[in-house]
């Protein structure tokens, strides 16, 4: 038996035991199903919800050629998977965009989200 069960297991219980500090994100997955490559546009999409709960890290504003809410935040690979820079996160009541992955790993990430503020 390998450890990868083990960990995700033991995970699992670390968020659960977090209580209020692990807020519920949903995570808004896009998926092109189309694509017309002769004018270079997307013909369809295809949209999946995928909640999660997700640990905030770090957060700041700043404002040098505009105000921007930047937030680092941690959750389980396994209950989201693969993200993309065009996928969004509603966390807060508020729709963040995903920047740079920060770390990624077999059991956690921990990316970069920002919206103009």
């Given at each position: 038996?390998?450890?990868?069960?083990?960990?995700?297991?033991?995970l699992s219980k670390a968020f659960r035991s977090l209580k209020d500090l692990?807020?519920?994100a949903t995570f808004n997955k896009k998926t092109i199903t189309s694509?017309?490559?002769?004018r270079s546009v997307v013909k369809s999409t295809a949209s999946?919800?995928?909640?999660a709960k997700v640990v905030i890290i770090h957060s700041a504003k700043t404002a040098e050629d505009r105000n921007v809410k930047q937030m680092q935040i941690m959750?389980?690979?396994?209950?989201?998977?693969?993200l993309l820079l065009?996928?969004?996160?509603t966390l807060l009541d508020e729709v963040w965009k995903?920047?740079?992955h920060?770390?990624?790993d077999r059991f956690i990430n921990i990316i970069e989200l920002f919206k103009e503020g």
């Open positions: 038996m390998g450890l990868h069960k083990t960990v995700d297991t033991n692990a807020l519920v694509f017309d490559f002769s999946e919800e995928v909640t959750f389980k690979m396994t209950d989201v998977g693969d065009f996928e969004t996160v995903i920047g740079r920060v770390k990624s």
